[in-house]
């Protein structure tokens, strides 16, 4: 009996096998700055508590366009002050930062460093992302360098960052591949 009370809730579509998908949050935050292209993933959440700190996924400056196509920013991890570490879409190419953590306190807004249209050149949008930690201090990624820092999201107003939904374009094949293009968090109370 245990077992077959989840069993029907799956299989009437209600089941949750991974605790990181659903939770009740305060406000979405959001930048003007994100690229245009790509879809956005699933929200993801902390299971309980808030974020601490974060990884990027990043693939290194490619060299001159025409021989590499460069993406920038392919991902975004979440690590949550209760150990589990959350990801929505994340891009093919890159590898994964070393996490950077608040010194205390927990995130509570971020900035986007995004790359602006190059038409005919390599496109790679986002490139770099900042956050700010409940102490007052900023982190910033260890991203790339194409564009510059945009505005400031707004900050959560009571708790922290609990959860991310990425927006990330699918391989272009012989196309210009731009990956990670915009981001949004969650506050939770
Ligand atoms: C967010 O909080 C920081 C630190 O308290 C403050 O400097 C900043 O102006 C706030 N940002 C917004 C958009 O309110």
Redesign the pocket.
């Given at each position: 009996m245990q077992l077959l009370i989840p069993a029907i809730l799956c299989l009437l579509g209600s089941c949750c096998f991974c605790s990181t998908d659903a939770r009740k949050y305060e406000s979405t935050l959001m930048v003007p700055t994100g690229g245009p292209w790509g879809s956005w993933g699933h929200p993801q959440f902390c299971p309980s508590g808030y974020v601490e700190g974060f990884a990027l996924k990043v693939e290194a400056y490619q060299g001159f366009w025409l021989f590499y196509d460069d993406t920038a920013l392919n991902g975004i991890r979440l690590i949550c002050s209760d150990g589990t570490v959350i990801e929505s879409s994340v891009g093919r190419w890159g590898s994964w930062t070393k996490a950077q953590f608040c010194s205390s306190g927990k995130l509570?807004?971020f900035s986007l460093r995004v790359e602006e249209r190059r038409y005919l050149l390599d496109d790679t949008m986002a490139n770099n992302v900042r956050f700010?930690c409940s102490d007052?201090t900023n982190l910033e990624g260890l991203g790339n360098l194409g564009g510059h820092f945009g505005p400031?999201s707004?900050?959560c107003t009571s708790g922290a960052i609990c959860g991310l939904q990425t927006k990330v374009q699918d391989p272009q094949g012989i196309w210009d591949d731009t990956s990670l293009n915009d981001m949004r968090v969650f506050c939770c109370k």
């Open positions: 509570v807004s700010a007052g400031w707004s900050n």
